[in-house]
Structures are given as C-alpha cells and as structure tokens.
C-alpha cells in the first residue's frame, strides 16, 4: 500500500522560503505524476504545482509561478516544492498527492489516488 508523507513546512516571516518534501513508500514514483496541493479551513482543496511521470513538464497555480519549483528524485522516492517569497495568504496545509500510473497530472484533486496527511505552512506578516 503506498504511503506519502509530507514533511518542511512550520512557521516562517513573509518574505521568506520553504522547502517541502513529501516521501513516498510502498511503490517507486518513476512512472507516477505527482503534485502539491494546499486546503484552508473551510475551503477546497487547491492546485499549486504538479510534475509529470517523466519528471519533465511542470505546472504551477498562477499564484505560485515565478516563485516555486515542483522537482522530484526517483532513487529517494520523494518529490519536493520549492517556495520563495512566502506570503501571509499562503498559510494553508499543504499535501502531496500521486496519481494514476502513467497519467498524465491534473489541477484536479479527485484524480489523484492517494494522498499524504499534509503539512502547515504558516506566514506571519
């Protein structure tokens, strides 16, 4: 059964960078589309970045383009989000998800399978 786990988040001044890591056990990654999500309370689930199997095409949330970066390492089995330029808005729990084999990723939540049990990132202004 696979199992993903996000770690890195924690509380930082606005302005400042992040780097999440969400490790993935219970099957290799090299053949799975990845992506990070963010939900505040009482709102939806929402995209912020996501990387195709072959871990060449990248995309981002508009809001988040230009200032992070969505990598992943097959021989670690983990896939990392790079964020610069944190703001108060970004506060959130961010979680990592992965899709079906082979797909390509999506925007949407509901077509990824599995999920991890999400970090906090929390930005003080």
């Known amino acids: 059964q696979v199992r993903l786990v996000e770690s890195g988040g924690g509380l930082v001044q606005g302005g400042g960078s992040l780097r999440l890591t969400c490790t993935v056990s219970?099957?290799?990654?090299?053949?799975?589309?990845l992506a990070w999500f963010r939900q505040a309370p009482g709102k939806e689930r929402e995209f912020v970045a996501s990387i195709n199997w072959q871990g060449i095409e990248t995309d981002y949330a508009d809001s988040f383009r230009g200032r992070s970066s969505i990598s992943k390492d097959n021989s670690k089995s983990a896939v990392f989000l790079q964020i610069d330029n944190l703001r108060p808005e970004d506060t959130s729990v961010y979680f990592c998800?992965?899709?079906?084999?082979?797909?390509?990723?999506?925007?949407?939540?509901?077509?990824?399978?599995?999920w991890g049990q999400g970090t906090q990132v929390t930005v003080s202004s």
């Open positions: 998800g992965i899709g079906p084999r082979f797909f390509p990723p999506s925007t949407t939540p509901r077509q990824y399978t599995d």
């Open positions: 219970g099957r290799p990654i090299d053949d799975y589309p």
